[in-house]
């Protein structure tokens, strides 16, 4: 079985301290695993070291299931198979592997939240590398929804003669820390994400806050803001737009850039039945403007139904008859 040296003790005091203290980065999270390793040789943190330290993986767990589901993909209709979606290793077996590495170094274990986040910094620190086979045959993206952020595996494959691609999902953690309205939207990065921890709470660089925004053709205009104090006597002008301030909830901020409003997506705006939603439902009528998100789904549309998760959000070529979303 490995053993420390004193160095490495020494360096993972260190990193164990930042940790502990909840202000650290993608780089002391790479240090970490790698110094790690070899300390808990069939755990998850083997796996994700290997994979953040080979950016080619040519084994491993995710580099096995990767090819497995491109097998799988690449004899459709002539074997049978399944493409097994879903995490190799849950965010817990993950926070164990770590915790029995660092307490052999003599170090006390971490809390779930602090093990979440270096597993964040440990998915985004895998995004972009490969698997291959001889040659390169996938890669691994990191996308967000409004319950986990999850990295996914791209693989290309034959179909009838044509080439294809799919992705899945492989590893995951729970999303804490970006709320986003829409739950069924995956929220894609603009390039790479980085994640840096401060104070225990994570800036992700790389994915902009999700957003929904009120807008029509023709636009909205400064008239159009003061006509919509009138639905609410809560609603009020401030610089920069609007503000809706409940009885008892906070303050929903509106932004105005000389054409539309834009809203945080914040899941307790989009809550059926709450203020916010009655207001947002006025202002939609009253301004003729369709309600829609940043992944395209438009919300409070007469004649349809709830969707079955609750939420007013569908999915629709144009939200009304000034809607500016292309069909």
């Not at 009885?247 to 539309?260: A, N, S, V, Y």
Request: hydrophobic share 40%; proline share 6%; aromatic share 8%.
């Amino acid at each position: 079985m490995a053993r420390f040296s004193s160095k490495e003790v020494q360096h993972l005091q260190e990193l164990h301290a930042r940790f502990s203290a909840g202000t650290f980065t993608e780089t002391e999270v790479h240090a970490a695993l790698v110094l790690l390793r070899e300390h808990d040789r069939l755990g998850p943190v083997r796996e994700l070291a290997h994979s953040i330290a080979h950016s080619e993986r040519n084994s491993g767990q995710l580099f096995e299931r990767v090819l497995a589901n491109r097998e799988v993909l690449n004899n459709f209709r002539q074997k049978p198979g399944l493409v097994v979606c879903g995490d190799v290793f849950s965010a817990d077996e993950f926070a164990q592997s770590l915790n029995r590495a660092i307490t052999k170094a003599g170090l006390p274990a971490l809390d779930t939240a602090t093990t979440e986040l270096i597993l964040l910094c440990g998915l985004s620190l895998i995004q972009g590398g490969t698997v291959r086979a001889g040659k390169p045959f996938g890669e691994f993206l990191l996308t967000m929804t409004h319950e986990r952020f999850q990295l996914l595996a791209k693989t290309e494959f034959q179909y009838q003669a044509k080439p294809l691609s799919v992705l899945f999902p492989v590893l995951s953690v729970p999303n804490h820390w970006l709320p986003v309205c829409n739950p069924r939207a995956t929220i894609e990065s603009h390039g790479l994400i980085r994640v840096t921890v401060h104070d225990s709470q994570p800036a992700i660089g790389g994915l902009k806050p999700f957003e929904v925004h009120l807008e029509r053709a023709p636009p909205i205009s400064e008239k159009d803001l003061d006509l919509a104090l009138s639905v609410d006597p809560r609603l009020g002008r401030v610089a920069g737009g609007l503000v809706f301030t409940p009885l008892i909830d906070t303050p929903m901020q509106m932004k105005f850039d000389g054409e539309r409003l834009t809203i945080p997506g914040m899941p307790s705006y989009f809550k059926p039945g709450s203020d916010y939603v009655a207001l947002l439902m006025r202002l939609r009528q009253l301004l003729s403007a369709c309600v829609h998100d940043d992944a395209g789904a438009h919300w409070f549309l007469e004649g349809l139904d709830l969707a079955p998760d609750g939420f007013h959000c569908h999915w629709v070529g144009r939200g009304s008859a000034t809607c500016t979303k292309p069909l």
